[in-house]
């Protein structure tokens, strides 16, 4: 069986496995859920992390690396099932608190590093018999992806899941990618919703949400 798949075969035991995601997310794993998808298509299994350890900087990039290595890669927002999915799983969870991102977000697969202003998001090519994201849903935070500079004159060019009281309840933002640690959310795309080949018993899995 696939290392990523025994991880969340059943999620109540996944903490037993959180020493093994690497630097930065050492003891930060806090849960997962699914998704189905819509005619057999697009089902996830997302994994949800709290803040890094700020010693191990490069933030983005270390996220972005453990949730290849473990799973399919950082979450993408392609639509507005997958947006809400993530969103409830966090609020429902408390995982929006300052107890587990202090500086407010969850990073996700979309950076803007080749063209400014254009976030690219991972795994958004149809390939392989997978269903793909779309990239035309829009879930980032109005007025946002302004590239901010005052804290690097590199920008905003990492995306996050953004939760701040009275600024974003879990809306897009563009971010720095090594200025503040934070929470990652990781995936793994289910191709064609068969659980079973990939080892899943699914009635064991959370959902993210019980309604459409």
């Given at each position: 069986m696939d290392f990523k798949v025994l991880l969340c075969f059943v999620c109540g035991f996944a903490m037993a496995f959180a020493n093994d995601y690497g630097p930065g997310y050492v003891d930060q794993f806090e849960g997962c859920c699914r998704i189905d998808g819509v005619d057999?298509?697009?089902?996830?299994?997302?994994?949800?992390?709290?803040?890094?350890?700020?010693?191990?900087?490069?933030y983005y990039d270390v996220a972005?690396?453990?949730?290849?290595?473990?799973?399919?890669?950082?979450?993408?927002?392609?639509?507005?099932?997958?947006?809400?999915?993530?969103?409830?799983?966090?609020?429902?969870?408390?995982?929006?608190?300052?107890?587990?991102?202090?500086?407010?977000?969850?990073w996700l697969g979309a950076t803007d590093t080749k063209v400014e202003g254009h976030f690219v998001w991972q795994g958004t090519t149809v390939k392989d018999g997978y269903c793909w994201d779309s990239?035309?849903?829009?879930?980032?935070?109005?007025?946002?992806?302004?590239?901010?500079?005052?804290?690097?004159?590199?920008?905003?060019d990492c995306a996050q899941l953004w939760f701040r009281p009275n600024r974003s309840d879990g809306n897009c933002d563009d971010e720095?990618?090594?200025?503040?640690?934070?929470?990652?959310?990781?995936?793994?795309?289910?191709?064609?919703?068969?659980?079973?080949?990939y080892g899943y018993d699914d009635t064991a899995l959370d959902f993210c949400y019980t309604a459409a």
């Open positions: 057999d298509c697009d089902c996830r299994i997302y994994y949800f992390f709290c803040e890094q350890d700020a010693a191990f900087h490069g972005s690396d453990m949730c290849l290595d473990y799973f399919d890669g950082l979450a993408v927002v392609g639509s507005a099932r997958e947006h809400n999915a993530m969103k409830y799983y966090i609020k429902n969870n408390g995982l929006d608190n300052t107890d587990c991102v202090s500086k407010y977000g969850f990239t035309e849903y829009n879930c980032w935070e109005p007025d946002e992806l302004d590239n901010n500079t005052n804290l690097s004159e590199d920008g905003q720095y990618c090594d200025v503040r640690p934070k929470g990652a959310i990781c995936e793994i795309r289910i191709p064609h919703c068969d659980y079973a080949d």
